[in-house]
């Protein structure tokens, strides 16, 4: 995106300064000044490098877990490196970027060294001289591959073609039948064993003592004609260059909008990015560092310039599966549901419906003491930090009226079958509204 807006800069220029087109309200606030392009211009060749690695790393084609600490290392000792020519803003990137590089990648760090990107990269012929390793780094991931090579060497055997064959611990496996090779006449002279690998004792050595392939052979396409020559390590060799370095492609991460989550590009909301499947559980747990603050600003409050300030909690206010699940009561579609009266309420056309207008009404401290058995399914934990779950759920506007009444009404209007009412039906109607209203009021 920068280097498009670098290669287009005397066009966004021109747009900007003819008033036919930009007002001059809008151009003041569009329009880059010359420090600004010139940080584009000096952060372009960094960005690009940054921009190979993760498209190199991201691919599907090629084997990438091998590629993962020769390309980290070539951004930290080449691309990454601060020179003189650097400007405040590029040397401060570089900085940042390195040493979270660092941070999280240990090149140094000899106890990693048997990490599966380490043990990749010396196993592709492309990259197993480990130059761009510290040399006792080099070192401790030669020495974690013979680990493997010696675990290995006890389960696998060389085979009669000369191939590398797994034998399966602890089970017994009776011969399959198999067709009988017919012995030519040469195979009768110079015996069974003449075409046979040499043996692999030293096979790690003659592997290292191979010069390294070029950068662009594909290094299964090498390794696909060494079986033979390096059966055990061939064998590591397919374990550990199967392995992907990432399973996010690079547009995932990098995105050439800058708009993974939005609504630009996907109908998941931010707010849902982490959503799961079930609500926070338990849910003790997942109000602990609340409670806990609000407990410590309750007893001590706030001192702002000398004076102490008290700190409460008057209304808590969420929606109803919200509510439900913080005060540990049932669900709204539940018969004992109301939080406000003690009523039953009848199911009507697959809805749940509290007809009764003079009801009991719940209290606090009934709340508290968990009497309402048909009502609560659990102890909140708001009972303990002596906050009261009856009153300070409030019943807001906003979730009652707008996103409940009103949204009903306008769904019933635009959706609903079309019906005609009668003088007294709407004489009905309109009463049941008046004795709602006062009882609301």
């Known amino acids: 995106m920068l280097a498009r807006l670098h290669e287009q800069r005397w066009a966004v220029t021109a747009v900007l300064s003819d008033r036919t087109v930009t007002k001059l309200s809008e151009a003041r606030t569009l329009e880059m000044t010359d420090d600004n392009w010139q940080t584009i211009e000096t952060m372009l060749p960094v960005l690009e490098s940054l921009k190979t690695a993760t498209t190199t790393l991201r691919s599907e084609e090629y084997i990438s877990l091998s590629m993962v600490f020769p390309i980290t290392m070539r951004l930290l000792d080449r691309y990454l490196v601060i020179s003189a020519d650097d400007s405040t803003v590029v040397s401060d990137f570089k900085k940042t ?34 130059r761009f390793l510290p040399l006792d780094v080099q070192a401790a991931v030669k020495q974690q591959l013979v680990i ?60 290292w003592a191979d010069p390294p392939v070029p950068l662009t052979e594909d290094p299964l396409m090498w390794w696909s004609g060494k079986e033979r020559s390096f059966p055990k390590v061939y064998m590591l060799a397919m374990r550990f260059l199967c392995v992907p370095a990432t399973s996010v492609p690079a547009e995932r991460v990098f995105s050439a909008a800058g708009l993974i989550v939005s609504r630009l590009r996907s109908r998941l909301l931010p707010k849902h990015v982490d ?11 997942y109000l602990k560092d609340f409670l806990t603050e609000y407990k410590h600003l309750k007893d001590n409050g706030i001192v702002y310039k000398g004076q102490t300030y008290t700190v409460n909690i008057d209304a808590l206010i969420c929606d109803a599966p919200a509510r439900a699940y913080l005060k540990c009561i049932k669900g709204h579609a539940s018969y004992e549901s109301c939080e406000r009266c003690i009523i039953r309420g009848t199911r009507v056309e697959g809805r749940m419906v509290f007809s009764e207008q003079q009801c009991t009404s719940r209290t606090d401290d009934r709340f508290s003491r968990v009497e ?29 009226v707008c996103l409940g009444v009103v949204r009903r009404l306008l769904i ?30």
């Open 372 to 400: 309402y058995k048909n009502h609560q399914t659990d102890v909140s934990p708001f009972i303990a930090a002596g906050i009261p779950c009856v009153s300070s759920f409030v019943l807001d506007y906003m979730h009652m």
């Open 148 to 207: 493997h090579y010696d675990g290995l060497a006890a389960t696998v055997h060389v085979g009669e073609d000369g191939g590398a064959c797994e034998e399966a611990s602890g089970m017994s496996l009776e011969p399959g039948p198999s067709r009988k090779r017919k012995k030519t006449t040469l195979s009768a002279f110079f015996g069974e064993d003449y075409a046979e690998g040499e043996p692999s004792d030293d096979e790690l050595e003659r592997y």
């Open 97 to 130: 970027v390195a040493t979270s590089l660092r941070k999280r990648m240990e090149p140094d760090n000899t106890e990693r060294a048997g990490r599966a990107a380490l043990l990749a990269s010396a196993l592709d012929p492309r990259h197993k001289h480990l």
């Open 412 to 441: 019933y209007l635009t959706r609903g079958p079309k019906i005609c009412l009668s003088v007294r039906q709407r004489d009905a109607i309109s009463q049941k509204r008046i004795a709602l209203r006062k009882d609301a009021e």
């Open 275 to 285: 959503i799961g499947k079930s609500k926070p559980s338990p849910l003790e747990d």
